[in-house]
């Protein structure tokens, strides 16, 4: 005779949170599915987790400084303590279908483990709520106007990353786009001359724009006499 159908549940290798998966160095991107996952007894919920199940990572911060998130989910940073207890760092996210973006702080040494949940509005799609999405990067010293890269020298070679770049309040419009991932360097001419500015990215070409001026509501371009030639 028949036997009785028998279902059972297939769950990610990180869907509890001693079996954390580490993350690679920084900038990572991860993806995946919520299929499969569970809640453990105990574990702490996140702020707009709106579903049970989650996934876990573990990482141990090689250096000090901010990271800077860009997430499709609910994120949950924790420090683990000597004694093993989870101390909140950050919850990250919002309610909806856009990618949201946040910040967190690290320290040094120090092991951190970031649980990925489900978040759902009554708007949400179910198909979309299996699915999450995250990527972590430095966030750069020259990100802020206040704090440009300084430059010194007639010949500079410079490789820049601008994954976790944002751009601020006020910041003038380069061309015909609105800034929205800018790194600011600051340079002293050491005497009359000629600059030249060459450089490619893979994808879209960066905008580089030359000012003068000592704050953003200051800051006058300088036309090129050629395209990044002044």
Known sequence: ????????????????????????????????????????????????????????????????????????????????????????VASLGHMGLLTSTGRFSVVAGQTYLLKVAPRRTPETPAEAVEAFRFTLAWEPEQDAFA??????????????????????????????FSPQRSLWHAWTAPGDGWLLMRGGSRGVGPSVTLFTGSTLATLNAVDPVRPREW
């Open 1 to 88: 005779h028949s036997s009785r159908p028998v279902a059972f549940r297939l769950a990610p290798l990180n869907d509890a949170m001693a079996d954390a998966t580490p993350l690679p160095p920084l900038p990572c991107r991860v993806n995946g599915l919520f299929s499969g996952t569970s809640e453990e007894p105990g574990e702490p919920l996140l702020d707009l987790q709106t579903a049970t199940g989650s996934r876990w990572w573990t990482w141990v911060a090689p250096r000090s400084g901010r990271v800077s998130v860009e997430l499709h989910g609910a994120l949950g940073v924790f420090a683990r303590t000597p004694s093993g207890h989870l101390e909140p």
């Open 147 to 176: 704090s440009p890269r300084i430059l010194e020298g007639t010949t500079l070679h410079l490789s820049l990353d601008h994954t976790a770049a944002t751009a601020e309040p006020g910041e003038p419009t380069t061309g015909i």
